[in-house]
Nanobody, 127 residues
Framework: VQLVESGGGSAPAGGSLRLSCKAS????????IGWFRQSPGKDREGVSL????????YYLDSVKGRFTTSSDIARNTVYLQMNNLKPEDTAIYYC?????????????????????WGQGTQVTVSS
């Protein structure tokens, strides 16, 4: 299993960035892909999930309406479009993948349940 993130960088508050997560080595169509973030001194936090089996998505409350996750099955790639960025969005962003029989969105709160992780990409938002 391999997950490779890209697209991180710097943006001003109110700006946008799009992260990509290229996946390989597992049945992409059957897995859920999560985006998580971690900033210094804080626990890893679930930002979004997409269930590739049915396209359902789930979000952290603080990013609803600003972030959108989507999946390109043909490219085995999941995206996180981040708009109206805020300084508190500054963190290292990771994508993660695993198979769950029933997906409820609660998986956002349990990053330890994901077995495969990318290397992370830094997002820095300046005020």
């Amino acid at each position: 299993v391999q997950l490779v993130e890209s697209g991180g960088g710097s943006a001003p508050a109110g700006g946008s960035l799009r992260l990509s997560c290229k996946a390989s080595g597992f049945p992409f169509n059957d897995y859920i892909i999560g985006w998580f973030r971690q900033s210094p001194g804080k626990d890893r936090e679930g930002v979004s999930l997409i269930n590739n089996r049915d396209g359902s998505t789930y979000y952290l409350d603080s990013v609803k309406g600003r972030f959108t996750t989507s999946s390109d099955i043909a490219r085995n790639t999941v995206y996180l479009q981040m708009n109206n960025l805020k300084p508190e969005d500054t963190a290292i962003y990771y994508c993660a993948a695993d198979f769950f029989g029933e997906v409820t969105g609660r998986e956002l709160k349990h990053p330890a349940d994901f077995g495969s992780w990318g290397q992370g990409t830094q997002v820095t938002v300046s005020s």
